[in-house]
């Protein structure tokens, strides 16, 4: 009888036992298992959040750098077309000015040529008939002393002045979309 209760109360005491008692390596394995998934998914965030970061980075930078070769390639090409511009302004051939507005015009960004006399503002020649006589209302631009380019109005504006022999003719106001 003694026998049977030392079993009875052995049997008893392992019914008693709670339930992590008795499962514990389970449940370790199961924390473990919870922890790492939890760790890998914000490790995961963080990686990504970091590239996104590294990327935006990259993309400003790259788009500072194409907006300042955009304004170089602009200014050099105001500044060819001034060279032309002046040839023809000395010899007082404005047709042939015009002609080289028209051909300007074909390039693709290009929307509007002005020459305006650095003096009193007025275009004194236009690839739009409507801007010729008119005074050009962006004075900085007008007031030109070195090429230039400025945006205003979703436009960029390209300004050179063009030198004479002994002064200055006026300036060319190249206006790109």
């Not at 002609?99 to 236009?126: C, E, P």
Request: no cysteine; charged share 20%.
């Amino acid at each position: 009888m003694k026998e049977d209760n030392k079993n009875q109360a052995s049997i008893n005491a392992e019914k008693k036992k709670p339930f992590w008692k008795k499962h514990f390596l389970s449940l370790f394995l199961l924390l473990l298992l919870i922890v790492s998934v939890a760790w890998g998914y914000f490790q995961n965030r963080a990686t990504v959040s970091k590239y996104e970061k590294d990327i935006t980075e990259i993309n400003v930078s790259h788009e500072k750098q194409l907006k300042s070769l955009e304004a170089k390639h602009l200014q050099q090409l105001v500044s060819t077309l001034a060279l032309a511009v002046r040839s023809e302004m000395i010899n007082e051939n404005m047709n042939q000015v015009n002609q080289y507005f028209i051909q300007s015009l074909k390039n693709v960004d290009v929307s509007r040529l002005i020459l305006v006399d650095h003096t009193t503002g007025k275009a004194i020649l236009s690839t739009n008939k409507k801007d010729e006589e008119a005074v050009f209302s962006k004075t900085e631009l007008v007031n030109a002393k070195n090429p230039m380019t400025k945006v205003y109005d979703n436009s960029t504006y390209a300004a050179t002045p063009i030198m004479g022999l002994n002064a200055q003719l006026g300036v060319l106001i190249m206006q790109v979309n």
